[in-house]
């Protein structure tokens, strides 16, 4: 380990640092958003929309994500459509992101017990009412593990990044060990910038899921 | 959309071995962590402060750590280190037990501890020993 090597290298891992960062978290909002609208799609069962979000739900989930960045970095160009790797990356997670966050909100959903839409409509709650004051509260709190654990992941998946030569930490990683061979130092460094990336989402995912945990009836 | 290029030359044999090794690697890993998660589970449901300590930071490292960041460190790192070449095949099976072991540890622990405690104090009320309990009630229930 030569920290002279280390304290230059740095830099160039926190400009890489940067960029999965930037890259990770707009795939997490894209695969939110995407996961918000598949699941309302699913939980209302609107009929053509709901079989097509499942089927791209089981194409999705049942895909890794390296093959996935492959067809849209290599596939879009071929339709004629010019991007650059960022947008093919952040697109990729956020597709890929989609799918498990609207498993993971709809089963939130259909969790909710029935009893509570019963209560709700013999207390003479309107529809709108019991779906935004009794369904999506309770499931919020039901689906906030899994969402906090696809979150962890999707920031993970950003290492096969390097595949569609974004300049991400495992590329960086990659292209210092190829040119310098200084291998000890540059993984210690990807091991740390990694760490400081997943950690502080770790920590306050676990408070996140201890402030909403609530009691459920009969608990 | 040019789907000859599959069948020209050798390319098809070429992704069928492809498939054979992914299947290969995924295969050993899977028993490789299936025993040894079974087993850290057990232990892990033990609630020993040292093993429970031990087991966080390990089940930190597997939930933080991308795959291909341990795939780096034991492939490149391991031989930098030792001086010894290893496999790419022997290096990706030790990361992918490392890693489904933890899974399938915390899942197993998940497992035993949602067995309710009247089974347990119902075993004890009939005389079962420790070993008993475990083998006849814990394991089954499961």
């Known amino acids: ?219 | 959309m040019g789907f000859e290029v599959l069948l020209k030359g050798k390319n098809l044999i070429r992704l069928f071995e492809g498939l054979g090794a992914a299947l290969k690697i995924s295969l050993i890993s899977v028993i490789i962590s299936i025993f040894l998660g079974l087993i850290l589970g057990m232990l892990m449901s033990l609630k020993k402060p040292v093993i429970n300590a031990v087991t966080r930071v390990y089940l930190e490292i597997v939930r933080i750590m991308p795959q291909m960041v341990l795939l780096f460190i034991v492939f490149f790192g391991f031989t930098k280190m030792t001086g010894k070449n290893i496999s790419a095949e022997l290096s990706s099976v030790i990361v992918f037990s490392f890693w489904g072991t933890a899974e399938m540890a915390d899942l197993v622990r998940g497992c035993l501890l949602s067995i309710p405690a009247i089974q347990y104090e119902s075993s004890k009320a009939l005389g079962f020993s420790k070993l008993q309990t475990y083998i006849y009630i814990s394991s089954y229930r499961r």
């Open chain 1, 1 to 219: 380990m030569d920290t002279g090597v280390i304290s230059k290298y740095i830099p160039i891992f926190a400009k890489a640092f940067l960029l999965t960062l930037k890259t990770g978290w707009l795939g997490v909002l894209l695969a939110f958003l995407l996961g918000i609208a598949g699941a309302f799609v699913l939980y209302f069962k609107f009929p053509l929309l709901s079989a097509v979000i499942k089927c791209y739900v089981e194409l999705f989930r049942n895909t890794p994500l390296l093959v996935q960045l492959f067809f849209i970095y290599y596939g879009l160009p071929a339709l004629g459509i010019r991007t650059s790797a960022e947008f093919c990356g952040v697109l990729g997670l956020g597709l890929l992101g989609g799918s498990y966050m609207t498993e993971s909100i709809r089963s939130g959903l259909e969790a909710v017990p029935q009893i509570q839409k019963e209560s709700a409509v013999s207390l003479g709650f309107t529809k709108k009412q019991i779906f935004l004051d009794i369904i999506l509260p309770q499931a919020f709190t039901i689906s906030i593990p899994g969402l906090i654990a696809n979150v962890i992941f999707l920031l993970k998946e950003t290492s096969v990044f390097s595949a569609i030569s974004l300049m991400d930490l495992m590329f960086t990683a990659k292209d210092l060990i190829g040119l310098y061979y200084d291998t000890t130092e540059s993984l210690f460094l990807l091991v740390v910038f990694y760490i400081l990336m997943l950690l502080p989402v770790s920590f306050a995912g676990s408070i996140i899921e201890k402030k909403t945990r609530f009691k459920m009836f009969g608990d």
